[in-house]
């Protein structure tokens, strides 16, 4: 018997690796579509992949499988012939059974599967598939999948009760149409708005003969005001000791840290302030007034506008955060994002740097951080993290693989703090830690298989005997650290300390370190020896929700110790307890009046904690609004299958930021997670903030999370011009709108600012955005059309962008029709919009008969 199995083994090695030899992968084309949401009614989709043979060999009965990352839980495969297993996180491994019959040339499979959740537009596909042939550990890349659209209500609505489905032409016409198209000569100078600007008779004329004088001894800001002038000019201006014909003059002048204020006559333009940073926001100012198409080209001369503004920021805090762990972003990406920030005066860059998924800032004492945990491709995970959100089986992939060196870093640093931007390094802990614990896992065998257990345990973040099963949002089963092991607060200190270094090479402000803290998941610690033995040892750790507590009060004392201040998210101010014997969260009274500063993000609307930015503000703690209903600038502009994006926390358009209102926005909330209006009796007890809160409100920041930004294209399109929106919530005064009592006369005011805002943003800042910094890939939006009578009308959400048109069904380019007017023609309308680069938007339709 023996020797028949040994046949029959060399048998079927010997047609494994034949058909590994003949058989390409690249060969088998995939498509996925969406059959049905609320599929067997219940919160759950069925969707199938269909896999077509277009090599010129079969693909075999057995001997392979297919690897895959999708962001919905698989529950179950209708096929009888293959299977579909879960292996960690987002990664699925989809293999034949013994039914399955080869695949011959032309041939196709079809495998449909029921996962978690609903499937609305094109994000939620599957994606990242490669092939791995049994017994051989290389990924074999395959096709991208061909995503089918969803057209059908059963695809694209997500229960019963989906009152919303894909937006139409005619449903962008009627929320564009109380939009004003206004004279730019009448809109405002200065973007953000400025808290006063009175224009004058006149202008000034930027050009070669133009010195600066710095009474001020603002070294940094002029050099940077040369700079940037030098690239719209072509040449640099001169300074000169006094003011002598025409020139930029910069006094001090005792206000507050961040006020200017900019006067601009007609042979002098005078800015005072008191502070390096009052300076640069002035500049900015002037620079927003200069004409978007020197952004293009070098102008020998601007004329400005003569002008006095006088100008202060609402908020101190005014914050952007992006996410790098999930999906990498260049070096040069970075630096052009603190150039936007610093144009539109955001003062805070949030750099989510390490995750699950990825640690992205090399760490000269732990270099196995970047070494394993800075890789993801299909190997070993002692040397690389597994394939996640796409990344695929190359470990050479440009979105899962990447790291900024200590140098690269540093020159981060350096360019931030030149812009006045302080940048918040965030380590996320305990949970959404994998890559840091796979890291360390992978330092610790190499120093164990070195005999050097003391070196091997130092950093190690997780209990090798923990037996807790959980599994976190993102599907990790072994992704949080074990705050009961000493090696946890050894490695916290070693990469704070690192950091510290980093910033002190680059002279660099350093104030506070993000210290995560959201989504550690049920059942993590449960059965870890380790915390049952600090439960015994430490009489107030009574459960594993009491370990959450004793973490971050550890934390806190490391991060005090060397100045600074925890920030986290909203999970460091709350505390777990019972009421009525029904679990409830409250502010945790520990932390209230440890400066804390929690990021509070779950303002969901519908989901219960709409208050809890409120809460923690009245009971203490410095909160920064991350509010996802309106600056989570991942979720989908709107709900359209072509749109990217999640939705989870509500469809974000350029509109949710700007209308936010920070000291109440229950009172602007207009539609629920799911995009329908909002019934407003979710709102019915829920807590308000007080004046002690208001003084507890640091400011505002803006988030792209990056799951779905597999480039920065990608990334720039979810960002902008959302990230405008939030740039005036963050520096212009609280508008007369959010605080008018009579509803009707709100609603007035909102439109006349509205309107104003999107003149702005449309006439003016999207032209300079074309050029700036090489140009940024923000959203065109698409046009809004109507019917009437057989005239079509079109309109658009940013004013200023050109609208062309075919009538034949064939594509618009830039040299089809302008529209100017109602067109009365039958046929087949297809509009875009257009920018001043000839870029265009998405397609909107319109059948006229």
């Known amino acids: ?54 090599d010129k060999n079969a ?62 537009n094109f994000t939620d596909a599957p994606i990242g598939f490669f092939l791995e042939w049994n017994g051989d550990k290389k990924g074999l890349a395959m096709p991208a999948v061909n995503i089918i ?26 929320k564009n149409k109380a939009i004003s198209d206004l004279d730019e000569a009448k809109l405002p100078k200065i973007f953000p708005t400025a808290v006063n600007e009175e224009l004058q008779p006149g202008e000034f004329v930027l050009a070669a003969d133009v010195s600066i004088v710095d009474n001020a001894n603002c070294e940094n800001e002029v050099s940077y005001l040369q700079s940037r002038l030098k690239s719209l000019l072509g040449s640099a201006l001169p300074k000169s000791a006094s003011a002598s014909g025409k020139s930029i003059v910069l006094n001090k002048k005792e206000m507050a840290k961040e006020a200017y204020e900019l006067n601009i006559a007609t042979s002098t333009v005078e800015i005072n302030a008191s502070s390096p940073e009052g300076f640069f926001y002035a500049i900015q100012s002037l620079l927003v007034m200069t004409n978007p198409a020197a952004y293009a080209s070098a102008q020998k001369s601007i004329a400005l506008p003569c002008i006095k503004v006088s100008d202060a920021p609402r908020f101190g805090y005014r914050a952007f955060l992006l996410d790098v762990a999930r999906n990498f972003q260049p070096k040069k990406e970075i630096l052009k994002i603190l150039d936007l920030m610093a144009l539109y005066k955001m003062n805070t860059f949030h750099l ?10 090399q760490m000269p004492s732990l270099p196995e951080l970047t070494d394993v945990g800075a890789r993801r491709g299909w190997g070993d995970e002692l040397q690389m993290l597994q394939p996640s959100y796409g990344s695929g089986a190359d470990v050479n992939n440009k979105t899962g693989t990447g790291f900024y060196t200590t140098a690269d870093f540093i020159e981060i640093l350096k360019y931030a703090t030149e812009r006045h931007i302080q940048v918040i390094p965030e380590i996320e802990t305990p949970g959404h830690a994998r890559a840091a614990i796979k890291s360390m896992y992978a330092r610790y065998v190499k120093f164990k298989q070195q005999g050097n257990m003391a070196e091997a345990e130092k950093y190690l973040l997780n209990d090798l005997n923990d037996s807790s099963v959980y599994s976190s949002a993102q599907m990790w089963q072994d992704n949080v650290m074990n705050v009961a092991l000493p090696s946890v607060y050894t490695f916290v200190e070693r990469v704070v300390d690192d950091l510290h270094d980093m910033y002190k090479t680059a002279n660099a402000p350093l104030t506070t370190i993000h210290m995560g803290g959201d989504e550690v998941p049920a059942g993590v610690w449960e059965k870890s020896p380790v915390c049952q033995a600090l439960m015994q040892k430490e009489p107030a750790v009574k459960n594993v929700d009491d370990l959450w507590y004793y973490y971050y009060d550890k934390v806190n004392k490391i991060i005090k110790a060397r100045n600074l201040f925890v920030s986290g998210w909203e999970e460091i101010g709350v505390r777990k307890t019972m009421l009525d014997g029904e679990k409830k969260i409250i502010p945790n009274p520990q932390f209230g009046n440890e400066h804390f500063q929690p990021d509070v993000w779950n303002n969901v609307l519908g989901w219960g904690a709409e208050d809890l930015a409120y809460k923690q503000a009245n009971a203490g703690y410095k909160v920064v609004l991350s509010c996802v209903s309106n600056f989570y600038f991942d979720m989908a502009y709107y709900k359209s299958f072509d749109e990217p994006g999640y939705y989870w926390g509500g469809f974000l358009d350029v509109d949710k930021p700007f209308y936010f209102i920070p000291y109440d926005y229950f009172k602007n909330a207009k539609e629920d997670n799911l995009g329908i209006p909002l019934d407003r009796s979710i709102f019915k ?6 004046d002690y809160g208001k003084s507890n409100i640091v400011g505002v920041k803006g988030l792209v999370w990056s799951e779905n930004n597999i480039s920065s294209e990608r990334m720039e399109y979810m960002m902008l011009p959302k990230f405008l929106g939030l740039a005036e919530r963050a520096w212009a005064k609280d508008p007369e709108w959010a605080n008018e009592k009579d509803s009707a006369k709100a609603e007035m005011l909102y439109q006349q600012a509205w309107s104003k805002f999107v003149n702005v943003v449309g006439k003016r800042e999207l032209t300079r955005l074309d050029n700036l910094s090489g140009g940024f890939n923000y959203r065109i939006p698409t046009p809004g059309l109507n019917n009437v009578n057989g005239a079509v009308n079109a309109n658009i959400q940013l004013p200023g962008l050109q609208l062309r048109y075919t009538t034949d069904g064939s594509e618009p380019t830039i040299k089809s029709s302008l529209y100017a007017s109602p067109v009365i023609q039958k046929g087949t309308f297809k509009f875009k919009a257009f920018n001043s680069k000839s870029r265009s938007g998405k397609i909107a339709i319109i059948e006229v008969k």
């Open 352 to 361: 989510h740097f390490s995750d699950d998924e990825g640690w992205r800032i």
């Open 149 to 174: 659209p969803s057209t059908k209500p059963k695809q694209y609505l997500r229960s019963p009760d989906d009152k919303i489905g894909l937006i139409t032409a005619e449903d962008i016409f009627n």
């Open 1 to 54: 018997m023996k020797a028949v199995a040994s046949v029959v083994a060399c048998l079927l090695f010997s047609f494994f690796t034949m058909a590994q030899k003949t058989f390409n992968p690249l060969k088998l084309n995939i498509s996925w579509e969406v059959v049905e949401n609320n599929y067997d009614k219940k919160s759950q989709s069925l969707t199938a992949l269909t896999f077509k043979n277009t």
């Open 59 to 120: 693909l075999p009965a057995s001997g392979w499988k297919i690897y895959f990352n999708s962001v919905r839980y698989i529950t179950s495969v209708l096929n009888g012939d293959v299977k579909v297993d879960h292996i960690n996180g987002d990664l699925y491994v989809l293999s034949p059974l013994q039914n399955f019959q080869p695949v011959k040339p032309g041939g196709s499979f079809a495998v449909q599967y029921i996962s978690t959740d609903w499937v609305v």
């Open 685 to 690: 007890g829920k807590e308000r903030l007080t």
